[in-house]
């Protein structure tokens, strides 16, 4: 091999950026990017007009980065607006907009992120666990998931260059200089920070990106190629285990708990309905470490209690499972352990609390921005109940029907009822709600709750009245027989498939935020 030939091997080999910066000289003879003045960040710039869509950055990234082949830190997206002939076609590069309140770092339970002082927004995918939230929180979808390494990942502008004075990758590839980084004002960017909306991105205002967009004038309302078709999200069904089960745990609990001050204390079947709800708040608990990249580490969720709704909820639930558990115990040892009725029911009505605060928590953590269908009142309503339609009916089959007053039975019989009729009025809010709104939010859902997913809200509709009539069947008959066992069983049944598809529903139909994808790529 010539002289020659082993420089050519040799330039081949050396990452595109420094290739880049030998033929353009840029950074060669000292730092590219100017040193902060106080009160100052670092951000990025992005000029519309400038960028000719060639992916350039999207491949020097990668290649800076390591990123899986499926995953980009960098999207280039597609905009197109206008009427024949005035047509045009703009792109979109986004990377993190290292925001100045991103809601990454405030919701994630472990404490992954960290905003550092020249204004990266930093992850750390040791401290990660894979829970996703941030995902949802973000309404650019910044975060990715890395299904190898069971972690989230994304931009950190290049931290090891830019902490020498060099530019990001992306910034050195693009060969138009459409992406730049540049230093910010933090205060006075929060006081305006207007231009960093722009066509194809979500309102600014959510977590105050600093990204800047330079946009050219006389543009005409431009949209996202990839709005073109709305597909269903992940149903997540590890977490819709949890949430079915929690909830359908505290209408359990709570029944028990009432029956017991009610006068039932003076049977052995009480029992039951405490052993099945910590039964079902243990096995939702369990099956939430399946939403998890790295179970094993599932206890750092609980850091980040201060700001975090998803740490509020580990908590909250964990407390709620284990006083649920004494409950039974206390339930299912009473004469060895020597609990009398006073202390037994401050232990269930302790579970009671505690499980209230966990659903709530629970509901809580799905009201984000980013994801406007589901941050509603709503959601918190459909929560509660989901227990209140499935919960009086777990514990009237698991207790002594025929030791308890019948006015409490028709209570509890009743109050399922209740708690159907109140998830009829959630349907009828949702529908009325994505059908009146005009953002592709809600227009979105609108549209797979009237197509694709059509027979299904049906059927979700349905289920309650069916339940309905199986309750009201129940009560024509001696509640102590077994014929209202079964009624009872088959009211729980299809409540609880009601409940289930419902939940679903609630998952996959859910359309967030998101920057403008490609046509050919999708997002």
């Known amino acids: 091999m010539t002289v020659l030939e082993d420089r050519a091997a040799a330039e081949s080999a050396a990452p595109v950026t420094e290739r880049l910066r030998r033929l353009t000289g840029i950074g060669v003879d000292g730092p590219e990017l100017l040193p902060l003045d106080a009160g100052e960040q670092y951000r990025f710039s992005f000029a519309m007009d400038a960028c000719i869509g060639c992916h350039s950055c999207e491949v020097a990234c990668a290649e800076q980065n390591a990123t899986p082949v499926d995953k980009a830190w960098r999207r280039v997206g597609e905009l197109e607006g206008g009427v024949f002939p005035t047509t045009k076609r703009l792109n979109l590069s986004m990377a993190c907009n290292h925001c100045l309140e991103p809601t990454c770092l405030s919701g994630c339970p472990t404490q992954a992120y960290t905003k550092l002082q020249n204004g990266v927004v930093q992850h750390d995918a040791a401290e990660c666990i894979g829970c996703q939230y941030c995902i949802w929180n973000c309404p650019y979808e910044v975060p990715v998931y890395d299904k190898a390494a069971k972690v989230v990942a994304k931009c950190d502008m290049c931290l090891p260059r830019l902490s020498e004075g060099q530019s ?103 029992s039951g309905g405490a052993v099945a709800a910590a039964l079902a708040g243990a096995v939702a608990l369990a099956a939430s470490l399946l939403h998890l990249g790295r179970p094993t580490v599932a206890f750092k969720a609980l850091r980040n209690w201060r700001t975090s709704w998803l740490s509020r909820e580990v908590a909250l639930l964990s407390l709620f499972s284990g006083t649920s558990l004494a409950y039974a115990a206390a339930w299912e040892w009473r004469d060895s352990l020597g609990v009398d009725r006073g202390t037994r029911l401050a232990i269930g009505v302790t579970a009671v609390v505690t499980g209230m605060a ?48 019948a006015p ?99 998952y996959v139909t859910v359309v967030p935020f998101r920057v403008a994808g490609s046509f050919f790529a999708g997002r």
């Open 408 to 506: 409490l039975i028709v209570a509890l019989v009743a109050a399922a009822g209740i708690g159907g009729l109140v998830q009829l009025g959630v349907v009828h809010h949702l529908l009325a709600t994505v059908r009146g709104r005009t953002d592709r939010q809600h227009q979105g859902t609108a549209t797979l709750l009237a197509g694709r997913f059509r027979q299904l809200m049906w059927f979700r509709v349905t289920a309650v009245a069916v339940t309905h009539a199986l309750l009201a069947w129940s009560l024509a008959v001696p509640v102590a027989g077994p014929s209202a066992s079964g009624r009872l069983a088959g009211a729980l049944f299809v409540a609880a498939g009601g409940e289930l598809i419902g939940r679903y529903l609630f």
């Open 358 to 405: 966990g659903v709530y928590a629970s509901g809580r953590l799905y009201l984000v921005p980013a994801r406007p269908v589901w941050n509603s009142r709503r959601t918190l309503v459909s929560f509660f109940a989901t227990g209140l339609a499935t919960g009086p009916l777990l514990a009237l089959l698991c207790l002594d029907r025929g030791a308890l007053p």
């Open 168 to 270: 990001p990758a992306c910034v050195l590839a693009c060969p138009t200089h459409a992406i730049t980084v540049e230093p910010v004002n933090v205060a006075a960017w929060r006081a305006d920070h207007s231009t960093a909306d722009g066509p194809g991105l979500p309102p600014a205002d959510i977590t105050l990106s600093t990204t800047r967009i330079v946009i050219p004038d006389g543009l005409p309302e431009l949209v996202a190629a990839t709005d073109h078709s709305v597909e269903p999200e992940d149903p997540h069904w590890p977490l819709v285990v949890l949430t079915l089960l929690t909830q359908l745990s505290l209408g359990t609990v709570a029944a028990t708990v009432v029956a017991e001050a009610a006068g039932g204390a003076r049977t052995a079947g009480l």
